[in-house]
């Protein structure tokens, strides 16, 4: 297993990464996703996000004041046609020594989801168990995962036009069973500034449909929309983002969270409420 290493290859970054990088250590430092000694797996996926946050979460080890370590893992789920020979020897050049989980949940969702139904959510569950199970047993302080401000204001508002609630992708969580710390140090950073940051440092990258699925059509109504507004006023991403932070309860209208007799707010227990 490797560890933070001396060897890994460092190059001069460009503004662009210069810029988010600065929105990590931003990130890393509101919301205490690091201390000293954590052993960090970082959950990549092949693709541009999860492999941005590697390289940018090492710009920052680099730099930091207290020593932690960072093991990239990818999870090969057998969906035909992944390949991870060319991105492993990539991250090789860099100086990562990527480990590989190799579990064939392709097929069980094939088998189990109906055809014509998305295949994601169940996907994502047994990736999900896997990573975390994997992060357990081999000792893992904290898992990063690549999700960025998109994901989140996506997050937020899916949840608010098709399932009644508000919420979103928190930037660090404990994992239900409590056994795993999740950090998301991307999560102040525009997708957009991650997908030129990927075409400047020129990785390779798997694509995500190779499983053959329908793409989430509500994310993706999501995003247009998100898009849409942006070209109109550009400070829409932030100032949703911005709102995550800034929850006025008493302008709300949740009983387990706020006292309509005493206008105070409740103490809820967050298992309570999924
Ligand atoms: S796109 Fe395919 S691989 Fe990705 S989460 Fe959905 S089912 Fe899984």
Redesign the pocket.
């Known amino acids: 297993m490797s560890v933070a290493s001396e060897s890994r290859v460092h190059r001069p970054i460009s503004d662009l990464a210069e810029g988010l990088r600065r929105r990590v250590t931003t990130a890393l430092h509101d919301y205490q996703m690091l201390g000293p000694d954590d052993r960090v797996l970082v959950a990549v996926s092949g693709g541009k996000d999860s492999t941005a946050l590697l390289l940018l979460l090492e710009e920052t080890r680099r730099r930091a004041s207290f020593s932690f370590s960072l093991q990239p893992v990818i999870l090969d ?1 057998k ?1 035909p046609g992944f390949l991870v020979d060319e991105y492993r020897d990539w991250l090789a050049s860099r100086g990562f020594s990527l480990a590989v989980i190799e579990r064939d949940t392709y097929s069980v ?1 094939v088998e189990k989801i109906p055809e014509g139904k ?3 959510s169940l ?2 569950r047994l ?1 999900r168990g896997i990573l975390y199970n994997y992060a357990h047993q081999n000792g893992f302080t904290k898992i990063a995962l690549g999700h960025h401000r998109e994901d989140a204001n996506e997050t937020i508002l899916m949840n608010m036009l098709f399932s009644g609630r508000i919420a979103a992708m928190p930037p660090k969580l404990r994992s239900d069973d409590g056994r795993n710390t999740v950090i998301r140090p991307l999560c102040n950073a525009p997708e957009a500034d991650i997908a030129k940051f990927a075409r400047e440092q020129g990785y390779p990258i798997i694509p ?4 053959g ?1 329908q ?1 989430n059509l509500q994310r993706a109504r999501i995003k247009r929309l998100l898009g849409d507004l942006s070209s109109e006023h550009p400070r829409i991403a932030e100032s949703l983002l911005a709102a995550q932070g800034n929850v006025q309860l008493q302008q709300l209208r949740d009983r387990d969270l706020w006292n309509f007799s005493t206008f105070e707010q409740r103490g809820v227990q967050q298992s309570t409420r999924n």
């Open positions: 789920q969906q969702v998305t295949y994601c996907c994502a990736r995500c449909n190779l499983c699925n793409a």
